[in-house]
């Protein structure tokens, strides 16, 4: 009686070519593999179908993203079947491989179809995975001043290193299947092969990711208990990516094994002529963590250095960006906001004082003229009422009395537009009551230069 395993590695069939050699021989255990194989990725694929679905409608996921996903799963189905199919079967044909194709590649149909298989398996995590983080970051920053800030921008730049970071670990994986590892030489001391570059690339993206998180995720549910400002966020957002992003970078040279000591001597003699070819751009760079450290000049500040007023939207390691009344952006070195004088109108304060002038006729009484000011404070859209405006008589004019209207307001950025409006209701009280703004009047005496 023949038993299981010999019937198992029996032969169905066999083929061989004009000489009667044999070039591949079925088995039955491999119809069976075949088989069982697709049982095995019917169940899991049901399995994925309703976890995914659980999933999707606990967290709202969009329909077009649940079509999507779905069809990466059939996808991935299929090739994960025909993969265990190659694999009981012992079918491997190679495309070419060390000896045939480039030294020490090993390119097969199978290695292939585990490539496709691991593209699209990152394809899926980079959706689900983005999609949960959005959905956790929105969660913690529900529409409110933060997200306004970093909202749309903030969540491509994750998605986009979430896909990086996935990718680069596909291609890592692949490389080392292909079999292509190979270092190269660039010199007796020094050897680096693209599966160390790649990893290095992935250590700076996983530090990018997690400071991601911490700040957005843990960090930011801090910074609404403790209610510290968006600038002060921002700074501490900085100082922080800065120490991250240092540390990532070190442990990314020392993995492609690059040696630190001779880079860091080698550097020291070039810093003396770096530094003096490049003094307003260190400046700069200390300009910019005092900045930080400090925090004398914040994101959201309104600034006014005479040459300009604008928003503070972001400092950086040299330069900030200073958006303008007309929307136009302005660079300006981090050094000019530190060693030149610039007013701050929102660092102190929730509000600031604005002034109006204007001159009456002489004869015009001031009681009433201050009265009609006080009221056209107190109509115009913008102004506080605490503290209170008040109005200065500020001197006997040439051809005028002139008044100054003093009012507080919160809007420092239109506070232009506020004085304008003021000025409006000034003139509409003026004509009212029949209070008259002179305008300089001069005497011309022509003298003729006579007969002759």
Request: charged share 20%; hydrophobic share 45%; aromatic share 12%.
């Amino acid at each position: 009686m023949i038993s299981i395993r010999e019937w198992l590695s029996s032969s169905l069939f066999a083929f061989t070519n004009e000489a009667e050699d044999v070039l591949y021989d079925l088995t039955n255990g491999g119809v069976i593999g075949c088989v069982f194989a697709a049982l095995v990725v019917f169940a899991l694929f049901r399995l994925s179908l309703i976890g995914l679905s659980r999933y999707q409608q606990r967290h709202n996921v969009d329909v077009s993203l649940r079509k999507f996903t779905r069809r990466l799963l059939m996808f991935i189905a299929v090739i994960g079947w025909l993969i265990l199919c190659m694999l009981s079967l012992r079918l491997d044909p190679a495309i070419w491989s060390g000896t045939e194709g480039p030294e020490g590649i090993n390119f097969s149909y199978l290695n292939i179809l585990i490539a496709i298989l691991c593209i699209l398996v990152a394809r899926v995590a980079d959706k689900l995975i983005s999609a949960r983080l959005i959905e956790e970051f929105e969660t913690q920053t529900q529409k409110d001043i933060f997200n306004d800030q970093y909202g749309k921008n903030n969540q491509s730049n994750i998605t986009g290193v979430v896909r990086n970071v996935l990718f680069i670990l596909v291609g890592i994986f692949l490389l080392n299947n292909f079999g292509a590892n190979e270092a190269f030489k660039i010199n007796d001391q020094v050897s680096i092969s693209l599966p160390q570059i790649l990893w290095a690339i992935l250590i700076i993206l996983l530090a990018r990711l997690a400071l991601w998180i911490f700040t957005n995720l843990f960090l930011y549910g801090w910074y609404k208990r403790e209610k510290i400002d968006l600038g002060k966020q921002y700074a501490y957002n900085q100082l922080l990516s800065y120490v991250v992003y240092f540390i990532a970078i070190i442990f990314a040279l020392k993995y492609i094994k690059i040696d630190l000591t001779l880079l860091l001597a080698g550097a020291a003699a070039l810093l003396v002529g770096i530094g003096i070819a490049l003094q307003q751009v260190i400046s700069d760079f200390f300009s910019g963590l005092v900045i930080l450290s400090e925090r004398s000049v914040e994101v959201g500040d309104f600034l006014d250095s005479g040459t300009y007023r604008g928003t503070v939207k972001k400092i950086g390691l040299r330069a900030s960006v200073i958006e303008t009344l007309e929307q136009k952006d302005i660079i300006v070195p981090n050094s000019h906001l530190v060693n030149e004088s610039v007013t701050n109108w929102t660092s102190t304060r929730l509000h600031t004082r604005c002034d109006v002038s204007v001159g009456v006729a002489y004869g015009t009484d001031t009681a009433l003229v201050k009265k009609l000011l006080l009221e056209s404070a107190d109509k115009t859209s913008g102004i506080m009422k605490k503290p209170m405006p008040f109005v200065r008589f500020a001197n006997f004019g040439d051809s005028s009395l002139d008044f100054e209207l003093y009012f507080y307001t919160q809007q420092v950025r239109v506070a232009e537009d506020i004085k304008s409006d003021a000025r409006f209701e000034i003139d509409k009280a003026f004509r009212e009551n029949d209070v008259s703004i002179p305008f300089p009047q001069r005497d011309i005496h022509i003298q003729g230069s006579g007969e002759k």
